[in-house]
Every structure is written in structure tokens, then in C-alpha cells.
């Protein structure tokens, strides 16, 4: 198991630029979630995927935020017209569908808006 | 109301010594999972422990143990003989209903351990 990666992991931008954020799961997990995390807080759902399909999305995930699993395996996460408080890190957790899923989480994307 | 509640901001231990940390829940569903995840300064959740709401025991994992007391809703995460390198903030999490659900998070506590 090589783990769940993220890419990249950091990135500062200017306000109103577009980013994508990727995530690649572990390999044989067919859930992938996104949170947001901001300083001092703990991570807030925003959206997850069973195989290719989005199931759920937060109420955080505002229009501007778009997220992706074109086969059911990586994620990307485009956040559009970025804002100041669009600044975060960008956590990505997979996991595998039991009565006792856990998931594992991925190291991050540190957003720095500008 | 908050559902997970971690009172503690932050906690002060030495070294070889045990420290619990605490966590209260707040759920009406009779079906969900508590876990417990540590976030080193480097950003990346590592997860510790898990206890479901029908084990009848205690979890527990190496040095950790979730001290699981239901009627209380509580969920406080027990480290015995503390190591440098917990030092960390810690994070109790919540996911309500059957598997399939985000995780809802407390704000954390952070551990400092000294020499």
C-alpha cells in the first residue's frame, strides 16, 4: 500500500485564479472524500465519490468548486474565481465500503490565496 | 449544538507518562463509529483508533485505547507511556448512521510531550 498522495502540495495564488488539486486514492478503495481544513479547526466535509459517482456534496461546496472521478480512481478538485477565504488545506481520505470504514487520509494541499 | 466536543486545547505530558484526552458526542442515531486521527505539524491525518457504537469493548490499538462510555457519550483517547514524537494535535471524529457518511470533527487537542 503505497498510501493515499496529493498533488500539489503546496500552492499560493493570486486572488480570482482558477487551481485543480488532484488526489489519488488507495488502490483498491472505491470511496474518495474531500474536506477543508482551516487553522485551528477541524477538517469540514465537503464532497465524496463511490466509484465514479459524486454521491454527496456539502453545502460548503459552493459554485465555484468542482470535483471529479472521471474513472474511479484519482480526484481532482477545481476551485474557480479563487477567493481569499478560499485559503485552506485541501485534505483527501479514501476508503473501502465495510461496516467499520475507516478512512485514510491523504498528506494535503496547502492553498495560500493571495 | 456541536456534535463533537474536544475541551481540551491543549495538553502537557512527559515523557513515559499516560495522558487522556477527551471527546463527547452528540448523536441520536444508534448506529455509528468514533475514531480518533493524529495530524502531525506536516498536515497529514493519521489514523489511531476506532470503536463502533455496538462493541461491546473497549478498542484498542498498541498503546492507544479508547476509553468508550456510551451513556455518557464519551470517547476519550488514553496514550500510555508517551513518546517525543506524539507531540501532535488530535482529532476525534464522528461518523453517524451506516458507513458511507462523512466524518464529523472536533477542533482538536494539541499534545506536547517533554523530555
Known amino acids: 500500500d503505497t498510501g493515499v498522495s496529493q498533488d500539489p502540495r503546496h500552492k499560493i495564488t493570486k486572488r480570482g485564479q482558477n487551481v485543480t488539486f488532484r488526489c489519488d486514492p488507495i488502490?483498491?478503495?472505491?470511496?474518495l472524500y474531500w474536506y477543508r481544513q482551516t487553522l485551528g479547526q477541524g477538517p469540514e466535509f465537503l464532497t465524496y465519490?463511490?466509484?465514479?459517482?459524486?454521491?454527496?456534496k456539502s453545502r460548503l461546496l459552493s459554485d465555484r468548486f468542482s470535483a471529479e472521478r472521471p474513472k474511479g480512481s484519482f480526484s481532482t478538485l477545481e476551485i474557480q474565481r479563487t477567493e481569499q477565504g478560499d485559503s485552506a488545506m485541501y485534505l483527501c481520505a479514501s476508503s473501502i465500503f465495510t461496516d467499520r470504514e475507516t478512512q485514510y487520509f491523504g498528506p494535503g494541499t496547502r492553498l495560500l490565496v493571495l | 449544538a456541536q456534535k463533537i466536543t474536544q475541551t481540551q486545547p491543549g495538553m502537557f505530558v512527559q515523557e513515559k507518562e499516560a495522558v487522556t484526552l477527551d471527546c463527547t458526542y452528540d448523536t441520536s442515531d444508534q448506529s455509528y463509529g468514533l475514531f480518533w486521527y493524529k495530524q502531525p505539524s506536516s498536515g497529514e491525518m493519521i489514523f489511531l483508533i476506532y470503536q463502533g457504537s455496538y462493541d461491546e469493548q473497549n478498542a484498542t490499538e498498541g498503546r492507544y485505547s479508547l476509553n468508550f462510555q456510551k451513556a455518557r457519550k464519551s470517547a476519550n483517547l488514553v496514550i500510555s507511556a508517551s513518546q517525543l514524537g506524539d507531540s501532535a494535535m488530535y482529532f476525534c471524529a464522528m461518523r453517524e448512521g451506516q458507513a458511507g457518511t462523512a466524518l464529523i470533527f472536533g477542533k482538536g487537542t494539541t499534545l506536547s510531550v517533554s523530555s
Open positions: 465519490f463511490q466509484n465514479e459517482a459524486q454521491l454527496e
Open positions: 488502490s483498491e478503495h472505491n470511496r
